[in-house]
């Protein structure tokens, strides 16, 4: 009986090794699901930025805002703004190039996608350069700075995994079939998050 | 409604939705004042956090169904 036992143990251990496996939700896919935990830990990082915004702005502040002189350059934000969300729907062209099997859009997209993030950042380097306050220029300089800099930073990530899918595409990487282009769909969405993050800021520190 | 970050799919309407929420915002102090802007803002915003907590309440009851 012992044996017997003993060998039904062998026969259904040679099948599966290690620890079992993790319990999947019917949800959502496990890769995805990584990237959703991580971009709520992004939106509450942002949730604090904004925090410091409206404290400094509202309860802070006792004059204008901006504080006299400074002026902030609305009209060259707002085409920087066009830029980024018009990269929304480059990529968003990519994927559904991908998905059709259009290999050669889907390059070009995610190409055009790469340069517009890169033209976003590069403007909004040089409206620092330009502004006319530093982020020691008080509350105001340290708060404008540190929220459209969270934001930039995020941009750079976002362009060093979109440099990352530009060289798999033109390596042939990715497929129709979903689980071929996770690659591509993943840093998709990340972007749409930093896209949607920068209409947010847009808004709330040029706009109101 | 979906999780917006489920898919590229739902998370670019949501950026579509996101911009035209703030083309209105950016009309709104154009066009009448910064003050009216402050207010469609809050509207917005107000519209945003009722639907997400309907959609949050609505996957815990049901947590294997999302699409209610």
Same mark, same amino acid.
């Given at each position: 009986?012992?044996? @017997?036992?003993?060998?039904?143990?062998? /026969?259904?251990?040679?099948?599966?090794?290690?620890?079992?496996?993790?319990?999947?939700?019917?949800?959502?896919?496990?890769? !995805?699901?990584?990237?959703?935990?991580?971009?709520? !830990?992004?939106?509450?990082?942002?949730?604090?930025?904004?925090?410091?915004?409206?404290? *400094?702005?509202? %309860?802070?502040?006792?004059?204008?805002?901006?504080?006299?002189?400074?002026?902030?350059? %609305?009209?060259?934000?707002?085409?920087? !703004?066009? #830029?980024?969300?018009?990269?929304?729907?480059?990529?968003?062209? @990519?994927?559904?190039?991908?998905?059709?099997?259009?290999?050669?859009?889907?390059?070009?997209? =995610? /190409?055009?996608?790469?340069?517009?993030?890169?033209?976003?950042?590069?403007?909004?380097?040089?409206?620092?350069?330009?502004?006319?306050?530093?982020?020691?220029?008080? /509350?105001?300089?340290?708060?404008?700075?540190?929220?459209?800099?969270?934001?930039?930073?995020?941009?750079?990530?976002?362009?060093?995994?979109?440099?990352?899918?530009?060289?798999?595409?033109?390596?042939?990487?990715?497929?129709?079939?979903?689980?071929?282009?996770?690659?591509?769909? *993943?840093?998709? #969405?990340?972007?749409?998050?930093?896209?949607? =993050?920068?209409?947010? %800021?847009?808004? !709330?520190?040029?706009?109101? | 409604?979906?999780?917006?970050?489920?898919?590229?799919? $739902?998370?670019?309407?949501?950026?579509?939705?996101?911009?035209?929420?703030?083309?209105?915002?950016?009309?709104?102090?154009?066009?009448?004042?910064?003050?009216?802007?402050?207010?469609?803002?809050?509207?917005?915003?107000?519209?945003?956090?009722?639907?997400?907590?309907?959609?949050?309440?609505?996957?815990?009851?049901?947590? $294997? $169904?999302?699409?209610?």
């Amino acid at each position: 009986m012992e044996s @017997a036992s003993v060998t039904l143990g062998h /026969a259904t251990g040679d099948h599966h090794h290690g620890p079992p496996e993790a319990n999947k939700s019917s949800k959502v896919d496990q890769t !995805t699901l990584g990237l959703l935990i991580f971009l709520v !830990t992004e939106a509450m990082l942002f949730g604090a930025f904004f925090a410091s915004y409206f404290f *400094l702005r509202v %309860v802070v502040n006792d004059g204008p805002w901006p504080p006299e002189p400074y002026e902030l350059p %609305v009209m060259v934000a707002g085409v920087n !703004t066009a #830029i980024l969300v018009s990269s929304s729907f480059t990529i968003h062209w @990519a994927l559904e190039g991908i998905r059709r099997g259009n290999r050669k859009a889907a390059t070009l997209a =995610m /190409a055009v996608t790469w340069l517009l993030g890169a033209a976003f950042l590069f403007i909004q380097l040089n409206e620092y350069i330009h502004v006319g306050f530093s982020a020691r220029d008080g /509350a105001f300089g340290s708060i404008f700075y540190g929220l459209t800099g969270l934001h930039g930073a995020h941009v750079i990530v976002g362009l060093i995994l979109l440099s990352i899918v530009n060289v798999r595409l033109w390596r042939g990487h990715f497929g129709p079939k979903a689980e071929d282009h996770r690659g591509l769909e *993943l840093p998709g #969405i990340y972007w749409h998050f930093v896209d949607v =993050m920068w209409v947010i %800021v847009f808004v !709330t520190v040029y706009i109101l | 409604m979906r999780n917006p970050f489920r898919s590229e799919g $739902d998370a670019f309407r949501l950026v579509v939705l996101v911009f035209v929420s703030g083309a209105l915002i950016v009309a709104s102090a154009v066009l009448i004042s910064r003050t009216v802007a402050l207010v469609v803002a809050g509207l917005l915003l107000a519209v945003g956090l009722v639907r997400t907590g309907i959609w949050v309440r609505r996957s815990i009851a049901s947590p $294997d $169904d999302e699409n209610h």
